[in-house]
């Protein structure tokens, strides 16, 4: 039996769905961990997911741990909000500050287990 394909849709919400509660990634961290060719791709894939999503989405931000306008206005509202209420803070200027919740990435195991890169994101240059 031949093995399944999977889109690079479908390896970024893995990757997402792998993000804790009180942590957060970049749109550029979860299109390296995919393979995919951009952060905006990322951003992309989780703007087109349906209002009733079970997918993390709110926990994916941009490289300054800001987040991202979006074309509704109560969207950006509601990601801040849920940001937190996982217990997320965020600085005077609006950012979250990415060296205490970021997240790392998934374990090695993980990623090998399911063909994406085992290179650290921190280490990427």
Not at 29 to 34: E, F, G, T, V, Y
Not at 45 to 53: K, N, S
Not at 77 to 87: H, K, P
């Amino acid at each position: 039996m031949a093995k399944k394909t999977v889109s690079i849709y479908e390896r970024m919400l893995l990757v997402v769905r792998e993000i804790p509660r009180g942590r957060v990634a970049t749109y550029g961290q979860i299109a390296w961990i995919a393979g995919a060719a951009s952060p905006r791709m990322a951003g992309d894939v989780l703007a087109g997911l349906p209002a009733d999503t079970d997918v993390p989405w709110q926990r994916v931000v941009n490289s300054r741990g800001g987040i991202s306008p979006r074309a509704d206005p109560l969207a950006t509202d509601r990601q801040r909000r849920l940001l937190m209420e996982e217990g997320i803070s965020f600085k005077p200027d609006g950012r979250i500050e990415l060296d205490r919740f970021g997240w790392e990435g998934p374990e090695p195991a993980w990623l090998e287990a399911r063909g994406f890169t085992l290179l650290p994101w921190r280490a990427r240059v």
